[in-house]
C-alpha cells in the first residue's frame, strides 16, 4: 500500500497508458510525464504568489491580499484573469520577432530543467548522465532570452536591465556551477538521482545528507546565495529594480507576455531550488530512516516549499544590492569561498572517516570566511563613490 | 538522413546563413545562437551527451552573451547605411574560410571513423571523459588552463590601465 | 562578524510575521473600505470652488481672473469668462466663470491654483474616491461638480477656512468702508477719482491711495506682483 502510494503517480501513468496500442505506450508515457510538470510548477507558482505576498505582508505587519476568496486564497486567479484579458502593447519601434520570442524561450528553457531534476522515486522524465549538466546548459539559455527581451524593447530601462541581469547571472553562474561541483565530486557522478541514492542512505536513523558535511553546508549556503542571484531575487534584484529602472527588461511587456515573464522567474525559482534540494538536501529522501514511509514526492515538495519560504522571508527583510556591491560580492567573497570549499570536499573525501577531518575541514572554513568577512567589513566602502564617466 | 536530421541541419544552415546576411549585428549575433544550437543538437544526435551539453552551456550561455555584449559595448546596433553585406575585405575572408574549411575536412577525412565507415554509437560516459582526462589529456589541459589563465589576467591589467589612477 | 548583520534582520522579519498572528495591535493597516482613518487636517487631494450661502451659482467666489489656470504645471483648468456680471461677496458686480473645468486625472494636488488665487475661491478638497467607469472626461469636472460650499471647507479644513473667513470679512469691512470713504469724497471733491478704476483694475498693491492698498490683505500684497511675472515667464517657455 505504502510502496503504491509512493508511486501513484508512475502507477496513474502507466494505467492510462496502457489503453493504447504498444508502439505509442513509449511516447505516450514521456507525454504524460511532461503535461505533469507543466501543471504543477504553474499551480505551485500560483500557490507560490499568494503565499509570497501574504507572508511579505505579515512581515510588514499587515495582512495582504485578502479580498478575493477565502483569506484570499483565489487571488491568483484573479490576477491570471487580469494577466490574460489585459491588453498586449508592443512598442512602436521594437524589433517585433525578437520580442515576441523572449518570453517563449524563458518558458520553454526554464521548463527543460526539470526533465532531468528526480521529483520522487522513479520520478525523472530523463535521467541522463550528463544531467546537471543539462540543468545548467538550459539555465544558461534564460540569459539570452533575458538579453533578447531587454533590446528587443528599445526601451533604455529594458537595456539597462538586461545588461544588469546578464552581468549578474554570468558572475554568479561561476559560484553556482563551482559551489554544485563539491557535490558533484563527492557522489562521483553528474546524474541527478545517482547524487540523491548516494545520499539516501541512513546510520543511526539520520541521513547521509550533504548538508551534514562542513563542505555541503558551506555549499548550500553559496549555493543559495548563487541561486538568489541567478533567479533575480531579492536582494539581487537589480535588473527589475523598480526604484531605478522601473521593470528592468521586461518593462515593455505587457498581459499574456508579462505573465509568462513571471511565471518563467518563479519556475526558475522552483528548478533551482528543487536542485539545490537535490544536490544537498537528498533530493526526495526522508529526513528520518523512520520516516520512510511518506511517499518520496512529499518529500522533494515539501523541501520545494521550505526553500520558498526561505526566498520569501529573505526578500521581505534585505535591502536591494548596488551593482558594485554585487559585482564585489561575487568575484570576492563567494567565487573565492566556493573554491575554497572545493578544496575543502576534496580533503573530506582523501582524509577519509574519523574525526580529524570534521575538525580539519571545520576549522578551514570557519577560518577563511572570518578571515575574508574581517577583510570585506574592514574596507567597506560607505563614502562617496568616484564616477568614471558621470563626473 | 533521417527527417529530424534535416530538419536540425535546415535549422543550422539557416542560422549560419542569417547570420552573414542579416544587417543588423545583433540580429546576426542572435542567428549564430540558433547556429550553435543545432550544433548542440548534432552532438546529442551523436550520443555525445557531455559535448553537446557543453556546448549549449559554453557557447549559448557564455559565447553568445559576450558577443552581444561586445556588439553593444562598442558600436551602435542600428544597421550600418553603408553598401551591402560584402566588406570591402572579403578576399582575406574567403582565404581564411577557404583554409578552415580544408583542415577541417583533412581532419574528419584522417580521423577513424571516417576511415572504418562505421557509425557504432560509442558509449561514452562523463566518467570516461573525466577520467582521459585528468589521465591521458591532463597535460593539455593544464596548458589550456594556464592559457586561460593568462587571458584573464591579462584582461584585468587591460581594465586596471583603463581605468588609469582612479582604480 | 560577516553576516551578524543579516541574521539580526531576519530575526526581526520572523519576530514581525510570528507576532502579526499574535497581537492585533501590531498590524498596521486598515481594512480600508469598511474602516477608515480619519484624514488629517492638511489632507490634500484636487482643487474645488468655494461659494457662500446656499446658491452655489450666486455664491461662487471665482471671478474667471484665470490666474489658476495660467499657474497650473500641467495646464488641467479651462476657464472661460462670462459675459456678463454678477455681484461677488461684497456685492460688488464681477464677471464669473462661464465654464471652469478641472481636468482631475491630470491635476497633479500641487496646490498652486490654491496659492495663487486672489479671491479664496478655490480651495484643496479632501475627497478621494473619485473613480469613474468613463475613461475619457469622466474625470473632467465642471465648475457644478467642483463647487463645495464654504461649510464644506469648514469641515474639512476647519482651521484654515476660519483663517480665510476671517481675512475675507475684515476685507470685506475694509471695502465697504472705502465705499463709504469714497462716496463721501465723491460728496467733497472729484481727487479720490482715480483711485476707483485701480481698485477696479484689481491691482490694489500698485495704488498709491492710502486705502486701496490696506484693503487687501497681505496675501494679495505678496501674491500679485509676482503671480504676472510668472505666468509670463510660463508663457515664454511654453511658446
Ligand atoms: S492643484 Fe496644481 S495641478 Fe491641480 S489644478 Fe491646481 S494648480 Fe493645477
Ligand atoms: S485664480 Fe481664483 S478667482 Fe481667479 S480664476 Fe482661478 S479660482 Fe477663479
Redesign the interface.
Known sequence: MIEKLDQVFILLRDWLVQFLPADWQAIAATVLNVIAIIAVFPTLFAIVTVMERKGLGRMQNRFGPNRVGPFGLFQPVADGIKALTKEDVVPLCADTVVHFLAPLVLVVAVFMGFSVLPMGRNMVLADMDAGLLFFFAMGASTELSVFMAGWSSRNKYSLLGAMRAVAQMISYEVPLLMSSLAAVMTAGSLSLSRIVDAQNRYTFGLPHWYVFTPWGFAGLVLFSIAAMAETNRSPFDLPEGESEIVAGYFTEYSGFKFALFFLGEYVGMFSIAGLGATLFLGGWSAPLAILKWVPSWIWFFGKLMVAMCLFIWIRGTMPRLRQDQLMNFAWKFVIPMTLVNLLVAALWRFIGPGWTRWVVCWAILIGVYVLMGETILRKRHLGPRSYRYAE | MTPVFCIVALFTLAGGLAAVTLKNT??CA?AL?VALAGLALFFLRLDA??VG??Q??IY???V??LV??AI?LTRS?EPEASGGIVSSRWLAGVIIAAAVFAVLGWAILRSAPALAHESAAPAV???QIGTALMGRYVLPLEIVALLLTSALIGAVIVAMHE?GS?K | MLGEGLLKGLAETARNFAGSFVSEERLTTVQYPEERVAPIENTRDFPFLVYDGDDWHAGMRCVACQICEKECPPKCIYIEKSKDKKPDFTGKPQIYPARFDIDISVCMSCQICVEVCPFEAIKMDTEFELSTTDRFGGLLLDKKQLSRSNEHYHKIHPTEAAEVDARLAEEKAKAEAKAKAAAAAKAAAPVAAPAKPAAEAGKPAAAPKPEGPAASPQKAAENKPESPAKAEQGGASGS
Open positions: 545583433v540580429h542572435l545562437t551527451q557531455f551539453f557543453a549549449i552551456l549559448i550561455g557564455a553568445a552573451i552581444v555584449f553593444l546596433s560516459t562523463v566518467h581605468n582612479a
